[in-house]
Protein backbone atom coordinates (compact mmCIF):
# COMPACT_ATOMS: atom_id res chain seq x y z
CA UNK A 1 0.00 0.00 0.00
CA UNK A 2 1.52 3.36 -0.56
CA UNK A 3 2.58 5.58 2.04
CA UNK A 4 1.94 9.20 3.14
CA UNK A 5 4.58 10.22 5.34
CA UNK A 6 4.65 12.92 8.16
CA UNK A 7 7.46 14.96 10.00
CA UNK A 8 7.40 15.39 12.67
CA UNK A 9 5.53 12.72 14.33
CA UNK A 10 5.43 15.13 17.70
CA UNK A 11 5.69 18.93 17.94
CA UNK A 12 5.98 20.63 21.23
CA UNK A 13 6.05 24.73 21.11
CA UNK A 14 5.35 27.73 23.06
CA UNK A 15 2.11 29.87 21.94
CA UNK A 16 3.15 32.46 19.66
CA UNK A 17 5.55 30.88 18.41
CA UNK A 18 5.76 29.19 14.61
CA UNK A 19 5.71 25.67 13.35
CA UNK A 20 5.93 23.68 9.95
CA UNK A 21 4.27 20.58 9.62
CA UNK A 22 5.80 18.55 6.39
CA UNK A 23 4.69 15.64 4.69
CA UNK A 24 5.55 13.77 1.36
CA UNK A 25 2.19 12.20 -0.05
CA UNK A 26 2.19 9.82 -2.81
CA UNK A 27 3.58 10.73 -6.01
CA UNK A 28 2.71 11.90 -9.11
CA UNK A 29 -1.33 13.35 -8.09
CA UNK A 30 -1.90 17.11 -7.94
CA UNK A 31 -4.28 17.16 -4.87
CA UNK A 32 -3.26 16.95 -1.57
CA UNK A 33 -5.16 17.71 1.47
CA UNK A 34 -4.61 18.82 5.60
CA UNK A 35 -7.30 17.92 8.05
CA UNK A 36 -6.96 18.70 12.06
CA UNK A 37 -8.22 16.61 14.70
CA UNK A 38 -8.31 18.17 18.14
CA UNK A 39 -8.41 15.58 20.92
CA UNK A 40 -11.72 13.84 21.12
CA UNK A 41 -13.37 15.49 18.28
CA UNK A 42 -14.02 14.62 14.81
CA UNK A 43 -11.44 15.25 12.05
CA UNK A 44 -11.79 18.67 10.19
CA UNK A 45 -11.25 19.73 6.84
CA UNK A 46 -8.75 22.51 6.69
CA UNK A 47 -7.65 23.11 2.99
CA UNK A 48 -7.38 21.27 -0.02
CA UNK A 49 -4.24 22.21 -2.63
CA UNK A 50 -4.33 21.59 -6.15
CA UNK A 51 -1.71 21.69 -8.66
CA UNK A 52 0.61 24.20 -6.35
CA UNK A 53 -2.84 26.70 -5.45
CA UNK A 54 -4.99 26.41 -2.80
CA UNK A 55 -8.53 24.86 -4.25
CA UNK A 56 -10.59 25.11 -1.18
CA UNK A 57 -9.85 26.12 2.44
CA UNK A 58 -12.33 26.00 5.46
CA UNK A 59 -13.32 28.79 7.90
CA UNK A 60 -10.40 27.23 10.13
CA UNK A 61 -8.03 27.71 7.81
CA UNK A 62 -7.31 31.56 8.54
CA UNK A 63 -4.34 34.04 7.85
CA UNK A 64 -2.27 32.31 10.66
CA UNK A 65 -2.00 29.59 8.43
CA UNK A 66 -0.17 28.67 5.09
CA UNK A 67 0.41 25.34 3.06
CA UNK A 68 2.95 25.47 0.47
CA UNK A 69 5.08 23.02 -1.76
CA UNK A 70 8.39 23.80 -1.49
CA UNK A 71 9.82 21.36 -3.95
CA UNK A 72 8.25 18.58 -6.26
CA UNK A 73 7.92 16.23 -3.79
CA UNK A 74 6.93 18.13 -0.33
CA UNK A 75 4.04 19.50 1.35
CA UNK A 76 4.07 22.02 4.17
CA UNK A 77 1.61 23.47 6.61
CA UNK A 78 2.87 26.34 8.57
CA UNK A 79 1.51 28.22 11.77
CA UNK A 80 2.67 31.69 11.83
CA UNK A 81 1.46 32.36 15.49
CA UNK A 82 0.65 29.32 17.30
CA UNK A 83 -2.57 29.30 20.13
CA UNK A 84 -3.45 26.93 22.69
CA UNK A 85 -6.17 25.74 20.60
CA UNK A 86 -4.37 24.92 17.41
CA UNK A 87 -3.02 21.91 19.79
CA UNK A 88 -4.44 18.64 17.59
CA UNK A 89 -3.57 15.91 15.56
CA UNK A 90 -2.29 17.15 11.75
CA UNK A 91 -3.41 14.68 9.23
CA UNK A 92 -2.28 15.31 5.34
CA UNK A 93 -3.55 13.20 2.80
CA UNK A 94 -3.40 12.24 -0.76
CA UNK A 95 -5.98 10.67 -3.54
CA UNK A 96 -5.49 6.75 -4.45
CA UNK A 97 -4.58 6.55 -8.02
CA UNK A 98 -7.45 6.11 -10.36
CA UNK A 99 -9.94 5.95 -8.00
CA UNK A 100 -10.91 9.86 -7.50
CA UNK A 101 -9.91 12.23 -5.42
CA UNK A 102 -12.83 11.27 -2.53
CA UNK A 103 -10.66 8.13 -2.03
CA UNK A 104 -7.62 9.25 0.25
CA UNK A 105 -4.36 7.89 2.08
CA UNK A 106 -3.99 9.66 5.15
CA UNK A 107 -0.55 9.87 7.28
CA UNK A 108 -0.18 9.15 10.53
CA UNK A 109 -0.30 12.47 11.47
CA UNK A 110 1.67 14.69 13.44
CA UNK A 111 0.80 15.42 16.66
CA UNK A 112 1.17 19.77 17.38
CA UNK A 113 1.03 20.36 21.35
CA UNK A 114 1.15 24.78 21.95
CA UNK A 115 2.09 25.53 25.60
CA UNK B 1 -23.21 17.55 1.48
CA UNK B 2 -25.73 15.35 2.72
CA UNK B 3 -26.09 14.26 6.23
CA UNK B 4 -25.22 11.10 7.64
CA UNK B 5 -26.70 9.58 11.09
CA UNK B 6 -24.59 6.63 12.93
CA UNK B 7 -24.93 4.93 16.14
CA UNK B 8 -22.75 6.13 18.55
CA UNK B 9 -21.21 2.66 19.41
CA UNK B 10 -21.25 -0.94 18.73
CA UNK B 11 -20.62 -4.20 19.62
CA UNK B 12 -19.14 -7.01 18.57
CA UNK B 13 -17.82 -10.74 18.86
CA UNK B 14 -14.88 -11.33 17.41
CA UNK B 15 -14.77 -13.48 14.61
CA UNK B 16 -18.79 -12.40 13.47
CA UNK B 17 -20.18 -10.45 11.06
CA UNK B 18 -19.96 -6.80 12.01
CA UNK B 19 -22.86 -4.60 10.58
CA UNK B 20 -22.82 -0.84 11.03
CA UNK B 21 -25.69 0.81 9.76
CA UNK B 22 -25.66 4.54 8.17
CA UNK B 23 -28.51 6.83 7.56
CA UNK B 24 -28.38 8.82 4.43
CA UNK B 25 -32.14 10.25 3.77
CA UNK B 26 -31.29 13.17 2.21
CA UNK B 27 -28.50 11.86 -0.65
CA UNK B 28 -28.99 12.91 -4.13
CA UNK B 29 -28.15 11.44 -7.19
CA UNK B 30 -24.93 12.49 -7.74
CA UNK B 31 -23.42 11.96 -4.26
CA UNK B 32 -21.32 8.93 -3.30
CA UNK B 33 -21.50 6.78 -0.04
CA UNK B 34 -17.78 6.54 1.43
CA UNK B 35 -16.56 4.43 4.66
CA UNK B 36 -13.42 5.42 6.38
CA UNK B 37 -12.78 3.82 9.47
CA UNK B 38 -9.71 5.87 12.57
CA UNK B 39 -7.99 3.31 14.74
CA UNK B 40 -6.97 4.77 17.89
CA UNK B 41 -4.59 8.08 17.13
CA UNK B 42 -3.80 7.15 13.57
CA UNK B 43 -5.16 8.85 10.19
CA UNK B 44 -8.05 7.77 9.08
CA UNK B 45 -8.52 4.75 6.61
CA UNK B 46 -10.58 4.53 3.17
CA UNK B 47 -12.72 0.98 3.24
CA UNK B 48 -15.10 1.12 0.60
CA UNK B 49 -17.21 3.83 -1.39
CA UNK B 50 -20.56 3.18 -3.58
CA UNK B 51 -23.00 4.60 -5.67
CA UNK B 52 -26.12 2.36 -5.89
CA UNK B 53 -25.20 -1.03 -6.40
CA UNK B 54 -23.20 -3.23 -3.07
CA UNK B 55 -19.58 -3.37 -3.43
CA UNK B 56 -17.13 -5.90 -1.82
CA UNK B 57 -13.59 -5.48 -1.75
CA UNK B 58 -10.77 -7.20 0.82
CA UNK B 59 -11.57 -5.37 3.86
CA UNK B 60 -15.87 -5.19 4.20
CA UNK B 61 -18.57 -5.24 1.59
CA UNK B 62 -20.89 -2.55 1.30
CA UNK B 63 -24.81 -2.65 1.20
CA UNK B 64 -27.00 0.44 0.00
CA UNK B 65 -30.77 0.26 -0.15
CA UNK B 66 -32.31 0.53 -3.75
CA UNK B 67 -33.58 4.03 -2.22
CA UNK B 68 -30.46 5.10 -1.12
CA UNK B 69 -31.35 6.40 2.34
CA UNK B 70 -29.36 3.82 4.34
CA UNK B 71 -26.42 1.58 3.92
CA UNK B 72 -24.59 -0.92 5.79
CA UNK B 73 -21.14 -1.56 5.96
CA UNK B 74 -20.43 -5.16 6.75
CA UNK B 75 -17.27 -6.58 8.23
CA UNK B 76 -17.66 -10.37 7.87
CA UNK B 77 -15.23 -11.66 10.11
CA UNK B 78 -14.17 -9.09 12.35
CA UNK B 79 -11.06 -9.38 14.47
CA UNK B 80 -9.50 -7.33 17.52
CA UNK B 81 -7.50 -5.33 15.34
CA UNK B 82 -11.25 -4.02 13.57
CA UNK B 83 -11.54 -2.08 16.75
CA UNK B 84 -12.05 1.47 15.56
CA UNK B 85 -13.97 4.60 15.01
CA UNK B 86 -16.13 4.04 11.65
CA UNK B 87 -16.81 6.65 9.58
CA UNK B 88 -19.84 7.06 6.93
CA UNK B 89 -19.48 10.09 4.80
CA UNK B 90 -21.73 10.87 1.61
CA UNK B 91 -20.08 13.61 -0.93
CA UNK B 92 -20.55 14.93 -4.44
CA UNK B 93 -18.63 13.51 -7.54
CA UNK B 94 -15.18 15.42 -8.07
CA UNK B 95 -15.83 18.33 -10.38
CA UNK B 96 -19.33 18.62 -9.13
CA UNK B 97 -18.47 22.27 -7.23
CA UNK B 98 -16.11 19.71 -5.38
CA UNK B 99 -12.72 19.61 -4.76
CA UNK B 100 -12.39 15.97 -2.98
CA UNK B 101 -13.03 17.09 0.70
CA UNK B 102 -14.17 14.85 3.28
CA UNK B 103 -16.69 16.09 5.61
CA UNK B 104 -16.20 14.00 8.88
CA UNK B 105 -18.82 13.41 11.21
CA UNK B 106 -19.00 11.58 14.66
CA UNK B 107 -18.87 8.08 13.46
CA UNK B 108 -20.14 4.65 15.27
CA UNK B 109 -16.89 3.41 17.52
CA UNK B 110 -16.77 -0.28 16.78
CA UNK B 111 -15.56 -2.23 20.13
CA UNK B 112 -14.77 -5.82 18.68
CA UNK B 113 -14.53 -7.85 22.19
CA UNK B 114 -12.73 -11.59 22.27
Known amino acids: EPEVTQTPSHQVTQMGQEVILRCVPI?????FYWYRQILGQKVEFLVS????????KSEIFDDQFSVERPDGSNFTLKIRSTKLEDSAMYFCASPIAGMGTDTQYFGPGTRLTVL | DAKTTQPTSMDCAEGRAANLPCNHS???????VYWYRQIHSQGPQYIIHGLKNNETNEMASLIITEDRKSSTLILPHATLRDTAVYYC???????????????FGQGTTLQVKP
Open chain 1, 49 to 56: FYNNEISE
Open chain 2, 89 to 103: IVTTIHGSGNTGKLI
Open chain 1, 27 to 31: SNHLY
Open chain 2, 26 to 32: TISGNEY
